[in-house]
């Protein structure tokens, strides 16, 4: 029996993930299965209610005008595929980040703006080490 608000991984041959049944309360989880340094990377995608309390990474990417270099794909399908469903889970990230374990920020290319960002960073961290100790 399936916990409430949680989808079993999506079969690869099935090539099909229905859409969240409330983007605005629901993400995807993505998996990263153990292998070797050669092997094939292996994935498997669920989708959990942000009540359930899972313990989870996230990653913090833009999505601009620079066009990826090759798709995305997990289970098969392109992502994300659902631009609806897109623009309720950028309403949504505030919750996601503040309940993730640990959120990784992807800021872009080295420029004025990012620099700006990473010497603010460590400004914080060298304020918080000196204020703990």
């Not at 992502?79 to 996601?96: A, C, R, T, Y």
């Amino acid at each position: 029996m399936e916990a409430a608000g949680h989808t079993d991984s999506q079969d690869v041959q099935n090539a099909s993930r229905p859409p969240l049944v409330d983007a605005s309360k629901q993400i995807r989880l993505l998996k990263v299965e153990p292998g070797g340094f050669d092997d094939e990377i292996k994935c498997t995608i669920s989708s959990c209610a942000l009540s359930e309390g899972l313990e989870f990474n996230a990653i913090s990417y833009t999505w601009g005008l620079e066009q990826p270099q090759s798709d995305i794909f997990i289970d098969g399908l392109r992502f994300p595929d659902n631009l609806h469903e897109k623009s309720v889970q950028v309403g949504i990230m505030g919750d996601v980040y503040a309940r993730a374990a640990t959120v990784l920020a992807c800021i872009g290319k080295s420029d004025v703006v990012s620099d700006y960002i990473e010497a603010v960073i460590d400004d914080i961290e060298k304020n918080f080490v000196m204020q703990c100790s």
